[in-house]
């Protein structure tokens, strides 16, 4: 099972995108998180910023939008390069239609799940996906302890993505850090978000480098 990990520029310098992006030139994934202040509470970041730093990286970029209506504004952020769009399946009116849209113009579509959203309900929509999220915090801000109740949920999903076969990657969002990202890889994820964890490192880039190792050996000990 191949693991990656996609630093969150939630908690980059935003002063600063291009370097805090270059610093972390080792990562498997760039994640942007776009926010709207009416799906969470919180206002980011949109289309212009995501095209500007698809611009200056070859690290492929994911965009997690924690917006309304993503039905009508997901696929132009494939549009504006992201390489992989997420969008909420609570703010989707047709989910299914949309990840179809997003596969069409050549990014990978993802379905989030917030932390009281069960899996369950969208078996039947894990075949049109290339990667369900599940967060680990309530989304809105960045810095949030990781909720260990969540871990029961990675594992049933991980379950529900092993009966259906394919290669849909399993990603956890929010409070993934050196002390977490182990316990996270051993129920099943494969696929790593961390913000604060790693832009507020001394050396983000060394700091990628360690969580891949640490989800690598968890993974090992889960086979």
Same mark, same amino acid.
């Given at each position: 099972?191949?693991?990656?990990?996609?630093?969150?520029?939630?908690?980059?310098?935003?002063?600063?995108?291009?370097?805090?992006?270059?610093?972390?030139?080792?990562?498997?994934?760039?994640?942007?998180?776009?926010?709207?202040?009416?799906?969470?509470?919180?206002?980011?970041?949109?289309?212009?910023?995501?095209?500007?730093?698809?611009?200056?990286?070859?690290?492929?970029?994911?965009?997690?939008?924690?917006?309304?209506?993503?039905?009508?504004?997901?696929?132009?952020?494939?549009?504006?390069?992201?390489?992989?769009?997420t969008f909420h +399946?609570?703010? =989707?009116?047709? #989910?299914?239609?949309?990840?179809?849209? @997003? %596969?069409?113009?050549? &990014?990978? $579509?993802?379905?989030?799940?917030?932390?009281?959203?069960?899996?369950?309900?969208?078996?039947?929509?894990?075949?049109?996906?290339?990667?369900?999220?599940?967060?680990?915090?309530?989304?809105?801000?960045?810095?949030?302890?990781?909720?260990?109740?969540?871990?029961?949920?990675?594992?049933?999903?991980?379950?529900?993505?092993?009966?259906?076969?394919?290669?849909?990657?399993?990603?956890?969002?929010g409070g993934v850090?050196?002390?977490?990202?182990?316990?996270?890889?051993?129920?099943?994820?494969?696929?790593?978000?961390?913000?604060?964890? +790693?832009?507020? =490192?001394?050396? #983000?880039?060394?700091?990628?480098?360690? @969580? %891949?190792?640490?989800? &690598?050996? $968890?993974?090992?000990?889960?086979?």
């Amino acid at each position: 099972m191949g693991l990656r990990i996609s630093p969150s520029i939630l908690s980059a310098d935003f002063a600063n995108l291009e370097r805090d992006v270059r610093r972390i030139d080792n990562a498997d994934w760039v994640h942007v998180d776009v926010m709207d202040n009416h799906f969470v509470p919180n206002l980011t970041l949109g289309l212009p910023v995501l095209e500007a730093i698809a611009g200056v990286t070859d690290t492929p970029v994911d965009a997690h939008l924690m917006i309304e209506d993503p039905d009508r504004w997901a696929p132009a952020y494939a549009e504006a390069g992201a390489d992989s769009v997420t969008f909420h +399946v609570e703010a =989707a009116a047709a #989910p299914v239609r949309l990840a179809r849209e @997003l %596969r069409g113009q050549g &990014a990978r $579509a993802s379905m989030a799940l917030k932390p009281a959203t069960p899996i369950e309900p969208y078996e039947d929509l894990l075949g049109e996906l290339d990667m369900v999220l599940l967060m680990t915090v309530e989304p809105g801000f960045g810095g949030q302890a990781f909720l260990d109740i969540m871990l029961p949920k990675i594992r049933r999903t991980r379950a529900l993505l092993d009966k259906h076969g394919g290669d849909v990657w399993l990603q956890v969002d929010g409070g993934v850090s050196e002390s977490t990202i182990e316990r996270c890889a051993e129920a099943g994820a494969d696929t790593f978000v961390a913000g604060s964890a +790693v832009f507020g =490192a001394d050396d #983000p880039s060394a700091m990628v480098d360690a @969580l %891949r190792d640490r989800a &690598a050996a $968890a993974a090992r000990r889960h086979v």
